[in-house]
């Protein structure tokens, strides 16, 4: 498949941010035909690396050739024009424009008047031979995130691009949809497009790769056939260390019910309904899985038993108290921990100290406060005795959050929800974006609270994760429990129906 | 009953007349908002652009001189607000506001010999021919000076261009999503500065329609807040130059009715009727507002945010 000259040439490239050294003089090619997986961690600079190949960044140093050619790419209009074309993680659409008038933004054609007709043609054609499934009619915002990623897909297709970038293209599908992307991405590639495919999911680079390079730390690792590697190897590349996949957990000892929700229902921000009737129950000592592709509830769940979104209606229960509709701070005080989706807008403020985001759980009361006053010698030894016990790296207690890692920021954000011994725990994404170590320690603190016997709620995109260490899965579908199976010998297909909306043909068994 | 109609012909046609000045306003408002750039000096360059118009005006004896230099120098001071807002990414706010007071007093200070001076040549009404003899019609849409032909002209011109043509696409998508519109190509710095221009000029052109058509001649403050109901109006318009002609003329209406009705001699209070306008403003924006919520057809996205390329996260 290879042919002589390779499509895609970057030599020493290096890229300095303020701070971070993201590209330290990295050297990577790609062959016309064949399926190139950039492989690493959240960080290592694969996106960097590769929106300096679409023209988007600058490198600081280093030459790209593209067909042999050496090249400036100055702009992402360069880069169009020799035909790379990226497909962002976040997705780069117009969300008012329709499809078509997205699929010919910034082209020259046509020149001024905007002629709908022949465009949806062409666009037609495209989806009919690459099996992309899109109507150029609809408005972006109507469209799921499968038909978006389709709609940027074709976005390069009409422009003719032969190196088709895709950053952490799957992050948003369910696996069957990735089964189509793939699909389709292996068709192209053997037409003759050079597909570079963005991950740090190791299924996924044995699936669908012909060779991979490994970046750590903003430099290469290496680049292997496919053929020629293990899983396992690829992670010590990734990681610079062995990684054990398995999580090993105790069987659930069974418990109480500790969180109970009945027929909840919510609005969305928008004022849709985002909430149509959730019933489950969280028990002593489990960890409840709630599976779904992005943007099907989970969020508002998360918010409505954590009060900070109200139900319209249906009721929620801890330890059969009900607790609906209260205000945050009185369900907090009821021992109930939340780790928010967004660990510096929710959970902590970037601006104050360590031990002043700390304490915002419990200044109020003693030992920490008293009356207006904040005791500031029980607040220091608090929260040393937190630092250490957590193990986050920071100068010291005084020092600003926004100063932390992303694993140091969660460490922070754990250490203060588990300090109030929780009996239930809200989990949203709890390792999204943090490094392989930093989510092998939250996974251990987790499970170390289910040890303890508190119920846990952990809202994930990570199926594996959530295979890993939940007791039981739910999978949300527009607002809606498809289905509840236990994690253990649960089948990935069967899950991966039910986040594309298939309702479990049994109904859940919800043990008492 | 024949008194009445021709009064009410002649608010309506009076209307028309205040509601130009807003029309070119707000349509320069709503170029410079759909490609992302909240300009809140518009009443600063509306203003100057009456002074200058009238000044150069009066130095030349040509109206068209003057119509020029209020262009000019209303796309000038937009120029200001698109190096700070754009380029430095100043506060679009600040910025604007900024602008406003300074066009405000500047006018102010280089105007004071102008006021009193009569004008030697203003825009006339240009009767067409036919069309003019029209009964209702006639007087109502046909006798009026160029410069309100030229805004019937140009507000079906800016929605066709914001709706059916490739520039426009590229401009709602740089307000829209400017990421999005550089990462195909689209020079998201180049348009705004283009649309924050064109919005400056069309301010210029109402202000100098305020001092050579409407009321020709120069008085301090001469606008009276009229950039600030053009702002209001993009809401009203929610961001469509064809909804632009239907506010701009409604607040025409207001403006012209509430001088006619002084013109009555009636009991009610003349600093009552001058606020009406601005009462207007207040209820419409509520109206418009909840609507635009309503139907989803919410502001530019981008409104209002400045861009970087290069922002890490």
Not at chain 1, 230 to 238: C, T
Not at chain 2, 64 to 85: D, E, R, Y
């Amino acid at each position: 498949m290879t042919s002589a000259v390779p499509s895609v040439q970057m030599l020493v490239i290096t890229k300095r941010f303020p701070g971070v050294l993201a590209n330290d003089h990295i050297d990577f090619s790609a062959n016309a035909g064949e399926i190139h997986a950039l492989l690493g961690e959240n960080g290592a600079g694969k996106s960097t690396l590769m929106n300096i190949l679409s023209g988007l960044y600058h490198p600081d140093q280093g030459d790209i050739h593209i067909h042999g050619r050496r090249v400036a790419l100055r702009s992402p209009r360069d880069a169009i024009s020799l035909g790379i074309g990226m497909v962002h993680q976040h997705f780069m659409l117009v969300e008012p424009h329709t499809v078509a008038e997205n699929v010919t933004l910034g082209l020259d054609e046509p020149r001024f008047l905007l002629n709908s007709g022949q465009i949806e043609q062409k666009i037609a054609a495209l989806s009919e031979k690459y099996g992309l499934k899109v109507d150029p009619e609809a408005r972006i915002w109507q469209l799921s995130v499968g038909e978006q990623q389709r709609v940027e897909i074709i976005k390069m297709l009409y422009r003719n691009a032969d190196i088709l970038i895709l950053d952490e293209p799957t992050a948003v599908l369910t696996p069957q949809e990735a089964r189509e992307l793939f699909a389709t991405l292996k068709r192209m590639a053997a037409e003759g497009h050079t597909i570079i495919f963005i991950t740090h999911k190791l299924d996924e680079v044995m699936a669908i790769s012909d060779r991979i390079t490994v970046l750590r730390k903003g430099r290469v690792v290496s680049t292997v056939f496919t053929s020629a590697t293990s899983k396992q190897e690829l992670a010590r590349m990734m990681v610079g260390r062995e990684v054990f996949f398995q999580v090993t957990k105790s069987p659930w000892r069974g418990g109480q019910a500790v969180l109970r929700v009945e027929a909840a229902r919510a609005l969305s921000d928008k004022g849709l309904p985002a909430l149509k009737g959730v019933s489950f129950a969280v028990h002593e000592g489990e960890i409840l899985g709630v599976a779904g592709v992005a943007g099907n509830g989970q969020r508002e769940l998360a918010e409505a038993i954590t009060g900070l979104r109200p139900l319209t209606s249906g009721e929620v229960y801890l330890c059969d108290r009900r607790i609906t509709n209260q205000n945050p701070r009185q369900i907090l005080d009821q021992k109930v921990s939340h780790i928010p989706e967004d660990r510096l807008g929710m959970g902590l403020i970037p601006n104050l100290s360590l031990s002043d985001n700390l304490i915002l759980k419990g200044y109020f009361a003693p030992p920490l406060g008293r009356g207006p006053f904040l005791d500031q010698k029980a607040i220091d030894a608090h929260c040393r005795e937190l630092i250490s016990r957590f193990e986050v790296m920071a100068p010291g207690p005084d020092s600003s959050v926004k100063l932390l890692s992303g694993g140091n920021l969660q460490r922070l954000l754990l250490a203060r929800e588990i300090s109030c011994c929780p009996r239930l725990m809200v989990a949203v994404h709890p390792t999204r974006g943090l490094d392989v170590g930093a989510t092998e320690a939250v996974h251990k603190m987790l499970l170390e609270q289910r040890e303890e016997g508190a119920a846990i709620l952990l809202i994930s995109e990570d199926l594996d994760e959530l295979l890993s260490l939940s007791d039981r899965v739910a999978v949300l579908y527009e607002g809606e429990i498809m289905g509840i199976v236990p994690a253990q010998g649960a089948q990935v297909e069967e899950i991966g129906l039910m986040m594309a909306g298939t309702k479990r043909a049994r109904p859940a068994e919800v043990a008492a | 009953m024949q008194d009445t109609l021709i009064l009410i012909l002649l608010i309506l046609a009076g209307a028309i007349r205040a509601g130009t000045p807003l029309l070119f306003a707000t349509l320069g408002e709503i170029f410079a908002e759909r490609a992302g750039v909240l300009n809140l000096g518009v009443e600063g360059m509306m203003i100057m652009g009456a002074l200058s118009g009238f000044m150069v005006t009066v130095r030349t004896g040509n109206a068209w001189t003057g119509l020029l230099a209020a262009i000019l120098v209303g796309g000038s001071i937009g120029l200001i607000h698109a190096v700070l807002s754009i380029t430095l990414r100043a506060n679009q706010v600040v910025s604007g506001l900024a602008l406003t007071i300074f066009g405000t007093g500047l006018s102010s200070f280089l105007g004071q010999k102008l006021v009193g001076v009569p004008a030697p040549d203003t825009f006339r009404v240009v009767r067409i021919p036919v069309l003019g003899e029209l009964p209702v019609l006639g007087p109502l849409v046909f006798q009026h000076d160029i410069l309100v032909y030229l805004s019937f002209l140009l507000a079906p011109l800016a929605w066709f261009l914001m709706f059916k043509t490739r520039p426009g696409l590229h401009l709602r998508a740089v307000g829209e999503s400017p990421a999005t519109a550089d990462a195909m190509g689209v020079s998201v710095v180049g348009l705004r500065y283009l649309y924050v221009f064109l919005g400056g000029m069309l301010a210029g052109l109402g202000g100098a329609y305020i001092s050579l058509a409407l009321t020709p001649g120069w008085a301090d403050g001469m606008t009276a807040g009229r950039g600030w109901i053009a702002i209001a109006l993009v809401i009203f318009a929610t961001w469509s130059p064809a909804r632009a002609m239907v506010g701009a003329y409604l607040f025409g209406g207001v403006e012209a009715a509430q001088f006619r009705i002084q013109g009555t001699g009636t009991q009610v209070p003349s600093f009552f009727l001058n606020m009406t306008p601005y009462i207007f403003t207040i209820i419409v924006l509520v109206i418009a507002t909840q609507e635009t919520v309503r139907r989803r057809i919410g502001a530019p996205a981008a409104l209002g945010l400045p861009y970087e390329r290069e922002e890490r996260g």
